[in-house]
């Protein structure tokens, strides 16, 4: 682990002090858990369909009654 100074206003700080202790945390996992929580979800890597330009209603239409055939 790796010990840092992070300056923040006093408001700030005491905030962070209240959330920790309130939660049972320390402020590093306080801080760790915030930016878990507000942090982007990842782009999905695989899957899907991918386009350069969107579909019509009637292009959508017609690969759905092209695709699946008879049931």
Known sequence: ???TTI????PTRDRLHRLATAEGLTMSQAIEKLLD?????PKPTF???RSDR???A??????LAGGFGEW
């Open 1 to 3: 682990m790796t010990s």
């Open 7 to 10: 300056k923040v206003p006093k």
């Open 37 to 41: 929580e507000h942090a982007p979800r």
């Open 47 to 49: 899957g899907g369909f």
């Open 54 to 56: 969107p579909l019509s």
């Open 58 to 63: 009637e292009e959508i239409d017609r690969e």
